[in-house]
């Protein structure tokens, strides 16, 4: 089966603090992995995709496939990084996204 | 280029009560999509339009029925709310899976 875990609902740091958001996936093959992120008031957005291997306002992701991991990093967090994170993959059969459950990050000053 | 767009931002319903949310967007993509967003599940895919006058099932597609009269327009009906429908729902519009931009969303309170 497909699926996307996200296993922390919440995740709260202190402002400079490292910040690693993890992503667990189950996939037959080799999947198509995504960071959305989703801050207060606005609309839901791209992060960063796997494929393009970017860091994207501070933040990187690194496929583990041994781990089957997508955890989205960054080395010093900052207030304006508090915002809900959903990691997502796109299924192999539907073509469609499937989305985790989605953290919380807190960042406080 | 208000990009996607949805109405209402906020509604009420009472059990058994219809309603039609309203997607539009102007980016000119091919398809759309229909979500809902709830605590502890996530986004999870209702419908989705691949083109004009195409619509499919997604995950959840229980309880809605949706329109895809033209490339720009996407509406999500619920022709009788139940209180497993209190969401927030966002449409969706893209012209591949990776690329797709979200709408502002819609609440949802079914009573």
């Known amino acids: 089966a497909q699926r996307v875990t996200q296993p922390e609902k919440l995740l709260s740091v202190f402002k400079g603090a490292p910040v690693e958001l993890k992503c667990n996936y189950s996939?037959?093959?080799?999947?198509?992995l995504f960071w959305y992120v989703q801050y207060s008031r606005q609309r839901l957005q791209l992060l960063l995709r796997h494929i393009s291997r970017e860091s994207i306002k501070g933040f990187t992701a690194d496929l583990n496939k041994g781990e089957t991991s997508f955890h989205l990093k960054k080395p010093f967090a900052q207030e304006e990084d508090s915002a809900m994170y959903y990691c997502a993959l796109i299924s192999y059969n539907t073509d469609k996204l499937i989305f985790g459950t989605g953290t919380r990050l807190q960042v406080f000053p | 280029n208000a990009g996607v767009t949805q109405t209402p931002k906020f509604q009420v319903l009472k059990t058994g009560q219809s309603m039609t949310l309203q997607c539009a967007q102007d980016m000119n993509h091919n398809s759309m999509y229909w979500y809902r967003q709830d605590p502890g599940m996530g986004l999870r895919l209702i419908y989705y339009?691949?083109?004009?006058?195409?619509?499919d099932k997604g995950e959840v597609p229980n309880g809605y029925n949706v329109s895809r009269l033209n490339k720009r327009e996407f509406s999500l009906r619920l022709e009788s709310a139940a209180p497993s429908q209190t969401s927030v729902y966002f449409c969706?519009?893209?012209?591949?899976?990776?690329?797709?931009?979200f709408g502002p969303g819609t609440r949802l309170l079914v009573l």
């Open positions: 996939y037959s093959g080799s999947p198509e």
């Open positions: 969706a519009g893209g012209q591949t899976q990776e690329t797709q931009y």
């Open positions: 339009s691949a083109s004009e006058g195409t619509t």
